[in-house]
Each structure stands twice: as C-alpha cells, then as structure tokens.
C-alpha cells in the first residue's frame, strides 16, 4: 500500500489558502472540508473558492463534502476540476447515483463514514467507490481527539476492501497526527489527512514528511 498525506486546510489561515496550498507542495493531496451548518454544525467554503483553489494550486484537490443533499451539490464539484470528491453516507439519499455521476464527471469517487455509521452495509456499494474515508473524530471542526473506538473498524473496512480486490483507497481524517498515524496504518489505512498536525507546525512541509515516514514504516 502506497502511504499518501492529504493535508486539511481546515487548520490553514482563510485568508491565505493560496500559501496554505503552496506550503505543503510535497503532499499527494489538498483536503478541502466543505461545511455546510447543517449537516455539522460549522461553516466553512464551497464551490467557488473550491474554483479558485483550483487555479492556485498544482495538488489535486481532495474535496470532503460535510454537507445535506450532496446528492445534489456534489457532481459539480467533480466538473469543476477536484480530482477526489467525498460524500457522506449519511447524508447521500442515492450514493449510488451520486458516486456515478462523480465518476462520470472525471474525480476519484469517495463515500465517507462518521464513527458510528458501520461498513458492513455498504459492502455491495465497493464497486461504485474509489475511496473510503472512515473519520476519526465526529466531523466538523479540525483539532479534536482522535477516536480509537474507530480502529477495529478501519480493519474490518481493510478486510472487505481486500476481499474485493483491494483497489480501494482507506482513508482516515481527524486527529491523525505523529502519535496517531502508525495505529491507523497498522490497521490498514493508506491515505490520512492531518490537519493541525500540519498546519500547526513551524514547517507545515516538514510535518507531512514525519507523518509519511511514520506510516511508511509500519
Ligand atoms: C473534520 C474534518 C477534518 C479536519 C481534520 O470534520 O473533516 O478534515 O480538518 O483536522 P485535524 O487533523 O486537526 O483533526
Ligand atoms: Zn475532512
């Protein structure tokens, strides 16, 4: 498994995202977490600096759609440019739709878990799915603790992924950081997004190496 670093610009100044973006240029992706106020209870960005993003950046954008009705929203941000879009299972009404029409736009297709939402029910739905993101806080806001309650889920999520063929990434976002991320490799994931532990760091660059070594080398 390749180990990639999807730094969350969550944790960035919003007024400076261009230098955000530009600060971890050795990253595999920019995590951008779209908030909505209601399907979480924060406000963050949406399409059109997702557009702007675009044009300031060579990373591909890693878009986390933390939002209601992303059956609706999500295909244009696949047309826009992102190159991976995310959907929470909660919230899609029809992820099967919805992860085609991702796809059929160009993007990587991500279906998103909140810690109690359980993989075994959509193990029919892998083949429609390029990503998994299992999060490790509850979504919302960057900074919090991570859940370890999450673990033997990310290694069931690894059997499954395996047992289908085991081209499906397994991502993990919320509180991975340097005393975290071997535990969630070891459990089977392979794509992690940090964002204080990057973006809280003197050298956000330097930051995304240390993490990628520490789960390389589990
Ligand atoms: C939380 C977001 C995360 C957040 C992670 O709802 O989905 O992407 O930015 O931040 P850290 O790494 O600080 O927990
Ligand atoms: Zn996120």
Redesign the pocket.
């Known amino acids: 498994m390749a180990v990639q670093i999807s730094p ?1 610009i ?2 960035a100044d919003f007024a400076r995202l261009a230098e955000a973006a530009a600060a971890v240029s050795n990253a595999d992706w920019l ?1 951008v ?1 779209v908030m909505d106020n209601h399907f ?1 209870p924060n406000l963050t960005l949406g399409l059109p600096v997702v557009e702007s993003l675009l044009k300031a950046t060579s990373l591909p954008l890693d878009c ?1 759609l ?1 939002i209601e009705d992303p059956d609706r929203w999500a295909p244009a941000y696949a047309e826009a440019g992102a190159g991976s879009v995310t959907v929470h299972a909660e919230a899609a009404k029809a992820p099967v739709r919805t992860l085609r029409q991702i796809r059929a736009a160009g993007a990587r297709a991500g279906f998103a878990l909140n810690p109690a939402t359980a993989v075994e029910p959509y193990e029919d739905l892998l083949g429609e799915i390029d990503m998994l993101l299992l999060m490790t ?1 509850e ?6 603790r991570f859940l370890d309650v999450v673990l033997p889920k990310i290694r069931r999520a690894r059997a499954l992924i395996e047992r289908h063929g085991g081209q499906i990434w397994l991502q993990v ?4 950081a340097a005393d975290t991320i071997e535990r969630c490799a070891e459990a089977g994931a392979d794509v992690f ?5 990057v973006y809280g760091a003197d050298e956000p660059a330097r930051a995304v190496e240390e993490l990628r070594k520490l789960a390389a080398k589990v």
Do not use: E, I, R, Y
């Open positions: 969350s969550l944790s995590h977490d979480v986390h933390m806080v979504p919302g806001f960057g900074g919090q976002d919320g509180g991975v997004v940090a964002g204080n532990a």
